[in-house]
């Protein structure tokens, strides 16, 4: 599997413990990006961890025959003129866990495992998922690993974000594809106090910024992806500031087209989410705690990317009264939560571990 190098994770303090199996991975499905970290951990102390990171993305291709290959990630977005390509979360429920089977035989197949080599991982769950998401993550586990467990995902990104969650108290927020996820963390114990959970995130920006841009430009061909991508690489809220130029096709014709107060707009929806997010889980706090989690907050996920996210967040928490707080935002927002997986794996003993008993398709 073509993976990226990330910089040695700090594992001393964790602890790993021995394990019969070597190969351990962490791995967080989502909506929009999937994120695997994985590591040979042959002996206690510091191990260099690799990750990849690639689009929730997947096509089927005629092979010849009844047979069609399943293609996934970048793979299948380069395809997406050509054929269609869709997220197995947007198949209709009733073919959704055969779509999440496909796309994990695809990648148990980029991971490099076989029946006779396969990983143990750790999968997060989505602290909302019903107890048909729940199956459906199980099938992808089993297809994937030997052995799995499946944790609560904020439980994972804490464990991801702070280097020795056992010292740190924090209010750690998740701006997720589907949803804006925020959660009081104490370290001493890695317990989740309280949580909250806004549907408001990356998605509803793209689909934002792509109304703004069709009701301005009504003649604009935007694709879903091209949104995506625009946001992506020019996104930003104040008091950031950039000039968003770019060569758009209007009917027959390309213009150069500033895009800046659009894309502000747009990214400036998710300000609000976030800072009620933040408010929830703190109104549930004893308010002599509070000073010592509003220090630490923590930004992740795909969307705390966005050019100003930190320090617009700072300024409304200075705005409301909150004294002297801090914002963070991780390197590699992506990775933190399948980073955070691993670490679980590496620290839980062989007897912990679940062994499936098959792993199956679903039934169409």
């Not at 370290?187 to 792509?210: F, M, N």
Request: proline share 5%; charged share 25%; glycine share 6%.
């Amino acid at each position: 599997m073509t993976a990226r190098a990330l910089t040695a994770v700090k594992l001393p303090e964790f602890r790993v413990v021995r394990s019969e199996c070597s190969w351990k991975v962490g791995l967080d499905l989502g909506s929009a990006t999937t994120t695997l970290s994985e590591v040979v951990a042959c002996a206690p102390g510091p191990a260099s961890v690799s990750s990849a990171v690639l689009p929730t993305l997947m096509a089927y291709r005629d092979k010849g025959g009844l047979e069609a290959q399943v293609v996934i990630g970048e793979a299948a977005a380069r395809m997406r003129d050509a054929i269609e390509t869709f997220s197995p979360y947007a198949v209709p429920e009733s073919h959704r866990s055969a779509a999440l089977y496909d796309f994990a035989s695809a990648l148990r197949q980029l991971m490099g495992t076989s029946d006779s080599r396969r990983p143990w991982g750790v999968v997060a769950s989505p602290s909302e998922a019903d107890a048909r998401r729940q199956s459906e993550l199980r099938a992808v586990a089993g297809e994937l690993f030997e052995r799995f467990l499946m944790v609560d995902e904020t439980l994972l990104l804490a464990l991801g974000v702070l280097d020795n969650p056992s010292d740190h108290h924090g209010v750690v927020v998740d701006v997720g594809a589907k949803a804006v996820r925020a959660a009081v963390v104490r370290g001493h114990s890695l317990k989740i106090e309280h949580r909250s959970v806004l549907p408001h995130g990356g998605r509803t920006v793209d689909q934002l910024l792509k109304n703004l841009l069709i009701e301005k430009y009504p003649d604009l061909a935007l694709t879903d992806h091209t949104a995506l991508r625009l946001k992506e690489q020019l996104g930003f809220v104040a008091p950031a500031t950039r000039q968003c130029k770019v060569k758009l096709t209007l009917g027959n014709t390309e213009r150069v087209i500033d895009l800046t107060s659009i894309l502000r707009e747009a990214c400036e929806s998710l300000v609000p989410v976030i800072m009620r997010a933040i408010r929830e889980v703190l109104a549930h706090c004893p308010f002599d705690v509070d000073a010592s989690y509003l220090p630490k907050v923590f930004l992740a996920g795909g969307g705390s990317a966005t050019m100003g996210l930190p320090q617009r967040i700072l300024q409304e928490l200075k705005r409301e009264g909150f004294d002297r707080p801090v914002v963070n935002c991780v390197d590699d927002p992506q990775s933190q939560v399948a980073q955070g997986a691993l670490k679980w794996a590496l620290l839980t003993r062989d007897e912990e571990w679940g062994i499936p008993l098959f792993a199956y398709r679903p039934a169409v």
